[in-house]
Nanobody, 117 residues
């Protein structure tokens, strides 16, 4: 049984930084694609960044140059370094995993990020 557990959320002032992590346990597929999503109050869930083994990560335009996603394939741990945070980054952040990017099978329960102005 695959489980994803996020950590690292919190509250920060605009311009600050936070680092999120997501530990995946029980994952046995050979291929691994992982992503960070976020959902702000009253809005739909949107993809923030995606990473796959040996593939250049992709980012939403709104976070390019500010966020960095990394994947430790050996430990199945996903990270998101968030810099220059803005109030509009406030959301619940979720990690997702799948053998195939875009068809997300496994989800974490989320971690809250709040950015105050």
């Amino acid at each position: 049984q695959v489980q994803l557990v996020e950590s690292g959320g919190g509250s920060v002032q605009a311009g600050g930084s936070l680092a999120l992590s997501c530990a995946a346990s029980g994952y046995t597929y050979r291929r691994l694609c992982m992503a960070w999503f976020r959902q702000a109050p009253g809005k739909g869930r949107e993809v923030v960044a995606t990473v796959e083994n040996d593939v250049t990560p992709s980012y939403a335009d709104s976070v390019k140059g500010r966020f960095a996603i990394t994947l430790d394939s050996a430990s199945h741990t996903l990270y998101l370094q968030m810099n220059s945070l803005k109030p509009e980054d406030t959301a619940m952040y979720y990690c997702a995993a799948s053998p195939f990017c875009g068809t997300w099978i496994y989800w974490g329960h989320g971690t809250q990020v709040t950015v105050s102005s």
